[in-house]
C-alpha cells in the first residue's frame, strides 16, 4: 500500500523541522497516532501516584510491584499483536480494539474489592496499552515520510511529558480526597474522546500487509514466564527460592533468544540478539536504560512513607523522571550525525550519576534543610530521565533504519515490544530488591530507608553497561 494513504506525500525538506510535522494534514495524523500514547501514560502516572493510597485501602504491599509488572507483562503480548493487526485490519480497527481493551481493564480497577481484583484490571489495562504503544510506532512509517520519523519518535515519546502535568495531579487530588478509584473512571470519557479522533483521522488507513503475519505465541508465552518467574522471586523469603526464581526467568529468556534465531515466526527483528550487530546494541541499550528507570514504581512510597509527603506532591516528584525523558527528547531529536552521537553517549552517563545520587538522598532524612533535599531530589530524578531522552529518538531511529527489507513492520513494533520487557524485567527485580531489602520486614520508615539504598544503588549498574554500549553503537 502506499505510505501516504490519506492523501498525496507531502514535500518534506531533507531536514525537516517541528512545523513540517505539526502543520496541514500531518496534524491530524500526529494527534491521531499520539493520542492513545497520552492516554496509556497519564493512566501509568495515575496508578504510580495512588498505589501507596490503594495498599493502604485494600492491602497487598507485598504485592505492590506487581501492579506494574503484570501490567507490563501484558502489554508486550499487546506490543506483539500489533504487526498481526495491521497485517489483517485497518489501523483504525486495530486503534479503536485497543482503546476498547484499555477501557474495560479501567473499569476493572476501578470496581476492585481487593488486590488480586486490581491485578487482574490491570492485566487487562496492559494488554490495551501495549497495543496503543505498539501502533503509534508502527503507524510512524506508515503515515509518514522517513525524514519526519525522528521528530514523530520524539513526538510519541514526548506525551509522557504531557503525562507528567495530568497523570499526578489527578491521581494525586483523588487519593488525598480518599477516592482513588475516581482515578480510574475518569479515564473512561479521555478514551472516548480519542476513538472519536481516531474515527474521524484515520478512516484512510487501510490494513499494511497480506494477512500472512503469524504471531509466536510459545516465545510470547515464554516472554511471560520469564519475567514471572522473576517476580515470583521476590515472593520467597529463603535465598535459595529467590535466586532460582531469577534464574528460571533468565532461562526462560535466553530460550526465547535462541527459538527466535531459528527460521520460524520472528519476534523481533535479524541482527536482534546480537551484539556484535548494530541493531542487537541498540536492544541492549534499550533494555539496560529501561530497566534503570523501573526505580520510579517506588519513589512515590518512598517519599510519603521516609518524608511524609503528600499523594500530590509525591506524584509530582515522581514525574520528574518522564519529564526529563520528554524534554531531552524533544530537545536532541534535531541533532544529527555526530550530535546525535554524543546524546547517545551522554544520556547513559547521567542517567548512572543521577541513580547513584538518589541512592544517598532517598534514604536521607536530616542533615540538609527539607527545601534544599527537595530540590536536589526533583533534580536527580529528572536527571535519570534525561539520561534515557537524550538518545532515544536517535537510538530508536536507528532500529527502523537497520532492519532489512521486508521486517520494516516488525522492526517498528519491536521497539515497544523491547522497551516493554526490559520494564517488566526491572519492575519484577525491583520488587524482589526491595522486598529482600526490608520493604515489607520490618517495613515502615527504617525498611523503606534500606529498600531506597539498595534498589538505586543496584540499579545504578544498568546504565553503566549501557555506556559501554553507546561506544559500539556511535563507532558503527
Known amino acids: 500500500m502506499s505510505r501516504f494513504p490519506l492523501s498525496a506525500a507531502p514535500q518534506t525538506p531533507a531536514t525537516p523541522s517541528w512545523a513540517d510535522l505539526l502543520s496541514g494534514p500531518n496534524l491530524l495524523r500526529s494527534i491521531a497516532l499520539t493520542g492513545g500514547v497520552a492516554l496509556h501514560a497519564i493512566n501509568v502516572h ?126 494525586g487530588l483523588f487519593a488525598e480526597s480518599g477516592n482513588w478509584r475516581m482515578a480510574f473512571w475518569v479515564l473512561l470519557p479521555v478514551s472516548a474522546a480519542q476513538a472519536l479522533i481516531v474515527l474521524l483521522q484515520l478512516r484512510g488507513v487501510a490494513k499494511s500487509g497480506t494477512g500472512q503475519v503469524r504471531v509466536p505465541v510459545l516465545k510470547i508465552i515464554l516472554l511471560a514466564l520469564s519475567v514471572l518467574s522473576v517476580a515470583l522471586a521476590g515472593q520467597f523469603e529463603q535465598t535459595g527460592a529467590k535466586l532460582a526464581g531469577v534464574a528460571c526467568g533468565l532461562a526462560f529468556g535466553m530460550l526465547v533468544a535462541r527459538l527466535d534465531q531459528r527460521p520460524g515466526v520472528q519476534l523481533l527483528p535479524t541482527g536482534a540478539y546480537r551484539l556484535d550487530s548494530v541493531m542487537g546494541k541498540v536492544f541492549a541499550c534499550v533494555c539496560l536504560l529501561m530497566i534503570g528507570t523501573t526505580t520510579e514504581i ?23 523522571m518522564a519529564g526529563g525523558w520528554s ?63 537524550l538518545g532515544w529518538p536517535h537510538l530508536l531511529t536507528r532500529v527502523m533504519k537497520v532492519a532489512v527489507a521486508g521486517e520494516e513492520n516488525l522492526a517498528a513494533s519491536a521497539i515497544t515490544t523491547v522497551q516493554l520487557y526490559a520494564m517488566a524485567i526491572g519492575a519484577a527485580l525491583a520488587g524482589l530488591v526491595a522486598n529482600a531489602a526490608g520493604l515489607t520486614a520490618p517495613g515502615g520508615v527504617a525498611g523503606a530507608q534500606v529498600a531506597a539504598m539498595s534498589l538505586f544503588g543496584l540499579f545504578a549498574l544498568a546504565p553503566v553497561l549501557a555506556i559501554l554500549l553507546t561506544r559500539g553503537i556511535t563507532r558503527s
Request: proline share 5%; glycine share 12%; hydrophobic share 55%.
Open 327 to 389: 524534554i531531552a527528547s524533544l530537545l536532541s531529536s534535531g541533532r544529527a550525525d555526530g550530535g546525535a552521537d554524543r546524546m547517545v553517549r551522554l544520556g547513559p552517563l547521567l542517567m548512572t550519576v543521577s541513580l547513584a545520587a538518589l541512592a544517598v538522598l532517598l534514604p536521607l532524612q536530616d542533615g540538609m534543610p527539607v527545601p534544599v533535599h527537595s530540590v536536589l531530589l526533583a533534580v536527580t530524578l529528572a536527571g535519570v530521565g534525561l539520561g534515557v531522552g
Open 298 to 320: 517506588f519513589v512515590p512510597y518512598f517519599l510519603q512513607t521516609i518524608h511524609g509527603y503528600t499523594p500530590l506532591l509525591a506524584g509530582y516528584m515522581t514525574a520528574a
Open 46 to 171: 495515575i496508578v504510580t501516584t495512588i498505589l501507596p493510597s490503594v495498599v493502604r485501602d485494600i492491602g497487598g504491599l507485598e504485592y505492590y510491584a506487581w501492579n506494574i509488572t503484570l501490567f507490563v507483562v501484558t502489554s508486550i503480548l499487546g506490543s506483539t499483536l500489533t504487526a498481526k493487526m495491521l497485517d489483517v485490519v485497518s489501523a483504525r480497527s486495530a486503534y479503536l480494539a485497543a482503546l476498547l481493551m484499555f477501557t474495560l481493564g479501567s473499569v476493572i480497577c476501578a470496581t476492585a474489592p481487593e488486590m488480586g481484583w486490581m491485578l487482574a484490571g490491570r492485566s487487562v489495562q496492559g494488554l490495551g496499552g501495549g497495543l496503543l504503544a505498539g501502533l503509534s510506532y508502527a503507524l510512524i512509517r506508515i503515515v509518514f515520510a522517513p525524514p519526519l520519523w525522528s521528530r514523530a519518535v520524539a513526538l510519541v515519546s514526548g506525551m509522557w511529558g504531557v503525562a507528567t502535568l495530568f497523570g499526578p495531579a489527578v491521581g
